[in-house]
């Protein structure tokens, strides 16, 4: 329940946020234009959000381009300290990272994107690096489907339409039947295998993650490199792993 009412959204916060968000991989310094065309809002309103965040301290300038400081990463923290779950996974990925010596995360949906809330590295798999606080498109990425799959159908398709659904390899689905057709697979099957869909040369592997009560809480994956992992062994040796630890999970997460 909300107490939510008209009139108490608060116009310039959502603008400056917006701003925040246009920072990120490929983005890491911005002017005033760059920022604004991301962000979608005019050139004024940007100038005012990003001297609003350098005078708090969350950015720096230079005379050309706005970058974000370390202070930014408080607002992060008090997301990682204000719930239990990463501290919960924390110890089960380590010790499956540890098991299929490559690489493992969990995440949670953020609107259109995944982002990372855990993760144990063993190995760089794909071309940008990957740590708690990235993000990643749902449409395309293993644990996004897994999480897509855990809505109804009707949820699921909303989310892709408000996707940009670009193909990001040549092997990327990008057609909303297409991807409704494999996202009743993942469903169907409790797991989901993407082949070189976000970046050529990586395929991952996700399960779901559920509470005691059986509600998706968020995903698990591993991502390997395809010259050296197959998909056979991917689902024979990977798979029961990612399994094993969705049951430990489940005994725990409340």
């Given at each position: ?173 990008t057609k909303r039947e ?9 469903r169907r099957e409790g ?64």
């Amino acid at each position: 329940m909300s107490d939510e009412r008209p009139g108490d959204m608060m116009g310039g916060f959502a603008k400056g946020l917006s701003v925040l968000g246009a920072f990120g991989q490929g983005h890491e310094r911005l002017t005033i234009a760059a920022a604004a065309r991301l962000a979608g809002l005019d050139r004024a309103t940007t100038r005012r959000c990003l001297i609003t965040l350098q005078r708090l301290g969350f950015a720096t300038f230079d005379g050309k381009c706005y970058a974000l400081t370390a202070r930014v990463l408080t607002l992060g923290h008090a997301y990682l300290a204000s719930t239990p779950l990463p501290e919960q996974l924390q110890p089960f990925l380590d010790r499956l990272a540890g098991t299929i010596q490559e690489s493992c995360s969990c995440s949670i949906l953020d609107g259109t994107h995944i982002v990372y809330i855990a993760r144990a590295a063993q190995r760089r798999v794909m071309s940008i690096s990957l740590g708690v606080g990235s993000r990643l498109p749902a449409y395309c990425s293993s644990m996004g489907r897994v999480l897509l799959a855990a809505m109804t159908d009707e949820e699921a398709l909303a989310l892709i339409d408000r996707s940009d659904l670009q193909a990001l390899t040549a092997r990327t689905l990008t057609k909303r039947e297409d991807l409704a057709t494999e996202i009743a697979r993942v469903r169907r099957e409790g797991y989901c295998i993407v082949d070189e869909e976000l970046e050529i040369g990586l395929r991952s592997l996700a399960v779901p993650i559920r509470s005691r009560s059986g509600r998706v809480v968020a995903a698990l994956n591993t991502g390997v490199q395809t010259s050296r992992v197959g998909l056979d062994r991917l689902r024979a040796e990977f798979l029961p792993n990612l399994l094993e630890v969705q049951a430990q999970l489940a005994a725990v997460i409340a």
